[in-house]
């Protein structure tokens, strides 16, 4: 079965401090990983995603991640945070093999940002 | 702007009343999935739906919990006989899914609480 680990429940930083925000997955083949962010009272929406294209991957607001395979990992960066970052995110790794989409989501972390 | 619509946004109910809530997927996409979310499980897949069949509802407690797509337009999530324990944010999503990397498009969550 596939999973995520999310190291971290709870990650504070400064404003224009790095962000780095911890996932870890277990797949028994090549997986396919996202990160979707959620603000407070709404739904989530997608940051960015791994397909296999290539292992370093941009997505919206400044965020990348990077896919290693010899960690099994998909670590969730930005250089410099802005307060708006501060919401919670979820990394997620497609569910089943040959999947129809459905994801599997890791327990979450929450993103403080101080000014 | 196309986006999944959630009803109702927030319930308040007593136990063992019925409770219905309903998603709105985007126009053209064929897959729907429930989530439900709370602080101890992190977000949970009840149930997910293609071009409107169930393709697995096995994260659902079947003796309480039905899910249905009546036509392509609107999904619904049922729980009868409510209970505290059902306490929770419940999401739908939409997708148009060719394969297991589509993105997954959240609607703003319908919040229970049962008292």
């Known amino acids: 079965a596939q999973s995520v680990t999310q190291l971290g429940s709870h990650v504070s930083v400064s404003e224009g401090a790095l962000v780095l925000l911890r996932c870890n997955y277990s797949?028994?083949?090549?997986?396919?990983l996202f990160w979707y962010v959620q603000y407070p009272n709404q739904g989530l929406q997608l940051l960015l995603k791994?397909?296999?294209?290539?292992?370093l991957v941009k997505g919206i607001n400044g965020f990348e991640a990077e896919f290693k395979k010899s960690e099994t990992s998909f670590h969730l960066t930005k250089p410099s945070a802005h307060m708006s970052d501060a919401a919670e995110y979820f990394c997620a790794v497609n569910g089943w093999e040959g999947s129809q989409g459905n994801l599997i989501f890791g327990k979450g972390t929450k993103l403080s940002v101080k000014p | 702007d196309a986006r999944v619509t959630q009803t109702p946004r927030h319930k308040v109910t007593e136990m063992g009343q019925e409770v219905t809530m309903r998603c709105q997927p985007i126009l053209g996409h064929n897959t729907v999935f429930w989530y439900r979310q709370t602080m101890m499980q992190g977000l949970e897949l009840l149930a997910y739906f293609r071009n409107r069949a169930p393709l697995d509802d096995s994260g659902m407690p079947k003796d309480r919990f039905s899910a249905e797509m009546p036509d392509a337009t609107l999904a619904t999530l049922k729980i009868q006989p409510s209970e505290p324990r059902d306490s929770a944010v419940y999401f739908c999503a939409s997708a148009a899914l060719a394969g297991p990397t589509g993105e997954l498009f959240f609607g703003e969550g319908s919040r229970l609480t049962v008292l």
């Open positions: 791994y397909t296999s294209a290539a292992t």
């Open positions: 797949s028994s083949v090549p997986p396919y």
